[in-house]
């Protein structure tokens, strides 16, 4: 069965360090999203991206975020300069139609520890 | 704005009882609506999900959700728990409207006992 991919697993940095969280979307899929999950609250949406940029973004998507799809394949979210308030589990996700009515996959996520 | 509230943080069910996890949504519209599980360690997987139709909908490992349009809800029910449902549920909705992204309530953390 396909699935979304995420690496790695549990990245703990320090504060003021640059973070690459990475994703391998489904291959026919066309819409890839992050969003991220601070302990104990609720999944909140970062970004949507469709053919080659940014969708949609939240208030959370700051200028210290960005995505890219380097590649056919990699779905990635880069934090500029980590803070404290960034630790968070960080989930790819995406869909193959131009509804809700496609499926979201999501993958199982990429924990982030700030110190 | 479009919400999502799931009243319940934390709900303990004894194994083979029934099970309902609520859930209200404040839209514009009649939105989609999605119940999603997150197992320990694990990514979100669909339960199931309403677009229209009939209200019941059946989803998988049992689930299934009833849409009530006049209380803003989609309660998730299953009706014998097992052991291995124990969780991270979480209730999303969305709009018919390109890639709007969904909008996920704070979850609903089940445990389940012997």
Redesign the interface.
């Known amino acids: 069965e396909p699935e979304v991919t995420q690496t790695p697993s549990h990245q703990v940095t320090q504060m003021g360090q640059e973070v690459i969280l990475r994703c391998v979307p489904i291959s026919n899929h066309l819409y890839f999203y992050w969003y991220r999950q601070i302990l104990g609250q609720k999944v909140e949406f970062l970004v949507s991206f469709y053919n080659n940029e940014i969708s949609e973004k939240s208030e959370i998507f700051d200028d210290q975020f960005s995505v890219e799809r380097p590649d056919g394949s990699n779905f990635t979210l880069k934090i500029r300069s980590t803070k404290l308030e960034d630790s968070a589990m960080y989930f790819c996700a995406s869909r193959a139609g131009t509804t809700n009515t496609g499926e979201l996959f999501f993958g199982e996520g990429s924990r982030l520890t700030v110190l | 704005a479009q919400s999502v509230t799931q009243p319940d943080i934390h709900i303990t069910v004894s194994e083979g009882a029934s099970l309902e996890l609520r859930c209200n949504y404040s839209y514009g519209a009649t939105p989609?609506l999605?119940w999603?599980v997150q197992s320990p360690?694990?990514?979100?997987?669909?339960l199931l999900?309403y677009?229209s139709g009939d209200t019941l909908v059946q989803g998988i490992k049992g689930f299934e959700a009833e849409f009530k349009r006049s209380q803003s809800s989609f309660n998730l029910r299953k009706p014998s728990v097992h052991w291995s449902d124990a969780a991270e549920y979480?209730c999303?909705v969305?709009?018919?409207?390109?890639?709007?992204?969904?909008?996920?309530?704070?979850?609903t953390r089940l445990s389940v006992i012997a």
């Open positions: 989609y999605f999603y360690g694990q990514g979100l997987q669909l999900k677009f979480f999303a969305g709009l018919y409207s390109g890639n709007t992204p969904l909008v996920f309530g704070k979850g």
